[in-house]
Nanobody, 126 residues
């Protein structure tokens, strides 16, 4: 049974940092692309970042480029999202998602991913 469990969310002031973690079980992380999504109240779920299982290449939404960094540790079955220079508009529930098939340009579409965590709340105060 595949499980993804996010942690690390919380309340932080604007300009602060948080590091989110996604712990995977029930799968061999080496074979999965992992993405972070976020969803704010009343808004659609949006792709934040994705890391490839093939070569570790990464992609980011324009809104977070230069501020967020995704990384993975396949041995520990963990994926991380380091978030710096946080802004109030980053406030959302953050989810990690896993997919074994090629994702390409569809990385930011929630329907691309088969497995999801329950989410962790990030709140950035101004």
């Amino acid at each position: 049974q595949v499980q993804l469990v996010e942690s690390g969310g919380g309340l932080v002031q604007s300009g602060g940092s948080l590091r989110l973690s996604c712990e995977a079980s029930g799968l061999t992380l080496d074979y999965y692309n992992i993405a972070w999504f976020r969803q704010a109240p009343g808004k659609e779920r949006e792709g934040v970042s994705c890391i490839s299982h093939i070569d570790g290449s990464t992609v980011y939404a324009d809104s977070v480029k230069g501020r967020f960094t995704i990384s993975r540790d396949n041995v520990k079955k963990m994926v991380f999202l380091q978030m710096n220079y946080l802004k109030p508009e980053d406030t959302a529930t953050y989810y990690c998602a896993a997919e074994s098939l090629y994702v390409g340009d569809r990385w930011s579409e929630p329907s691309t991913f088969d497995y999801w965590g329950q989410g962790t709340q990030v709140t950035v105060s101004s």
